[in-house]
């Protein structure tokens, strides 16, 4: 591998970090996309191997979401599973209620480097478990995507330990990379086939592919509310609840029922609706924690948009779900998606609006089709 004279850098501020004893337990490595982070983070892989450490799970790769997590193994992080997978265990089941506690007998433990990708996910409870390890921790962030979601962005609250700024020559090839250089540098985006990312004006949406895509992102809840209604009317759903089968989003953490804001499940069952709550099991797509389902109950507001209607008080003793064919982009940080369509409502934002497209972009891991 050839490196830039700024990558170069990066790996040598890295291996005297890694090398150093009784100094920082964290290093954060952060850039553009682009920049080559997660190759960078390879290799820094092989140097720790260099010093000994050649056992499997030596080396961790971890994320906040299980797409996060997948797009890592895709790009050839061997291993890399979800940071609450790898610190968390079962420890008992009440009246169906799973509890989980802090492994004592993680990996973690053991391991001679953590690798973050995605750290402006991750919140300070979940950063506290990870480091109490005592292992070193390197994380990578892109400091051009928004500010993180409530609870989150423990990590990209110091500065960097590096910045990388240059976007190597492979990434320059990729439409993807190319339009988010774009968006970071101020130019407007053109309408137009630029390959693997189309950008069409409003209208010209064929719906087919509105369904079919993997995941649709837009600015507002409104619009996302308006959107999930249209993909079920098109896969001809008509009950007002969810049926078994369909995508939703949980809103809000439940770390009793270890629920995580943004997390993608499945409807498996339900077991019980009326006006006042809607009780069923679900099952995780990419929520971010573990592979077992949980039994939930939803109040049905959220699934007709009206759960600004509801107080305080109203919201105690239920779960936050809602259908997650569309999400919001602040919603979707941290994840990624092979095919992505996206709503551009950046006008919203105002000072963030470069931000918000920007992080919109780089959800899409392969194709992209952005609505303007």
Not at 127 to 142: E, I, M, Q, R, W
Not at 168 to 184: E, G, K, V, W
Not at 319 to 332: D, N
Request: aromatic share 8%; glycine share 8%; charged share 25%.
């Amino acid at each position: 591998m050839t490196w830039s004279a700024q990558q170069e850098k990066a790996l040598k501020a890295a291996r005297a970090w890694y090398r150093k004893k009784n100094g920082p337990q964290v290093f954060r490595l952060f850039g553009f996309a682009g920049t080559g982070k997660t190759t960078l983070s390879r290799e820094i892989e092989a140097i720790v191997r260099e010093r000994g450490a050649d056992k499997k799970g030596d080396v961790l790769y971890g994320a906040f979401t299980g797409k996060a997590s997948l797009v890592m193994r895709q790009k050839g992080c061997r291993g890399a599973s979800t940071i609450h997978s790898m610190i968390y265990r079962l420890d008992e089941e009440t009246a169906g209620i799973p509890q989980f506690v802090l492994n004592e007998h993680s990996d973690v433990r053991d391991a001679k480097l953590v690798i973050i990708d995605e750290c402006s996910m991750v919140g300070a409870e979940l950063a506290h478990d990870l480091l109490s390890f005592g292992t070193k921790v390197l994380v990578l962030g892109d400091p051009a995507q928004l500010p993180p979601v409530k609870d989150a962005g423990y990590f990209t609250n110091a500065a960097p330990d590096f910045m990388l700024t240059e976007v190597h020559r492979q990434a320059r090839d990729n439409p993807i990379i190319r339009i988010s250089m774009d968006i970071r540098e101020g130019r407007e985006l053109e309408v137009g086939d630029h390959g693997a990312c189309k950008v069409i004006p409003r209208g010209q949406l064929d719906p087919q592919k509105a369904i079919s895509t993997d995941m649709l992102l837009v600015g507002k809840n409104q619009t996302r509310t308006s959107c999930n209604r249209r993909h079920r009317e098109l896969n001809k759903i008509d009950s007002p609840i969810p049926v078994p089968g369909e995508r939703l989003v949980c809103l809000k953490n439940d770390r009793a029922l270890h629920l995580f804001n943004g997390g993608i499940w499945s409807t498996v069952e339900i077991k019980k609706a009326n006006a006042a709550a809607v009780r069923m099991i679900v099952a995780p797509e990419d929520a971010g924690d573990t592979a077992r389902s949980a039994e939930v109950t939803v109040h049905p507001y959220f699934f007709e948009g009206r759960e600004g209607e509801l107080s305080h008080d109203e919201l105690l003793g239920f779960q936050q779900f809602t259908f997650g064919y569309a999400l919001t982009v602040h919603k979707s940080q941290g994840s990624q998606w092979n095919d992505v369509v996206l709503f551009d409502e950046s006008a919203v934002f105002r000072q963030e609006r470069s931000r918000w497209l920007y992080t919109g972009v780089t959800r899409a891991a392969e194709t992209l089709t952005v609505v303007v």
